[in-house]
């Protein structure tokens, strides 16, 4: 059994992955006959129960089919890779049995591939709606030129489209709606090591405060308590645009 298979053994056990609901989810696509799945689940059962070897004859008497068509179902099931015999030692004792571990890592592959073709989906509803919010807030329909730039934005330097989506907020609440300043947000994101929309709310608060910090401590009023306008934004120029 390789580290894989120990690990999915591992996680079966703990009841960490329902192999049941997997496996009715996914067995059609593994060109699987309804009636071999129904031999597979009664082996998971014999499993269950301790036993881990079932004859033919056993399973039969909880199947409508015979010993021998359970014989040549559990043929098809090896021959395609799903199932497999193999041979245990315990106490010194040699013994044999049906392994289904095979089966559940085709399965679990299944969800994988899945689950990442779902995220690849959602990803491009994300992109599009991150270009449509850009012309939204430009006011009009992006430049070829402005259109690469978010995409290399994307593509280049990994950012996420929420994590776009949230540089171009700042620059709509300083008024400074340009390519090039939202550039510079993105890129004192990235130099210091900041790739979440929570992480950049935090990044902009410190500086909020570090800003008013400094703000009373220059202030020549005696009265400290005196309120200081706070600053609605990351200025993130120096110059003006």
Known sequence: MNEQQKRLQTWIERGNVTISQLFFQYYKELMIADSDA??????QAFHDEGELFPTPTRIAERMHLSADAISAAMQRLMQSGYIEIV?????????????????????????TTEKQHVQEQQVEVEEGELFRLFE?????LLSPMEAETVAM???QDHHTAALIRKALMEAVLAQKVT?????????DWKKNNIKTVEE???????????????????AQQPELNQPV?????????????
């Open 179 to 187: 390519m090039r300043y939202i550039d510079r947000i993105l890129f």
């Open 136 to 140: 939204q807030e430009f006011g009009r």
């Open 153 to 155: 934005w994307l593509d």
């Open 38 to 43: 129904m031999l597979i689940m009664h082996l």
């Open 229 to 241: 306008k706070r600053a609605p934004f990351y200025n993130w120029l120096e110059e003006e645009e």
């Open 200 to 218: 950049a709310d935090r990044y902009s608060q410190n500086f909020r405060d570090h800003n008013l910090k400094k703000q009373l401590q220059q």
């Open 87 to 111: 041979q245990n030692v315990t106490d010194g004792v040699l013994y044999e049995q049906i392994n289904l571990m095979p089966l559940w890592v085709r399965i679990l592959d299944c969800a």
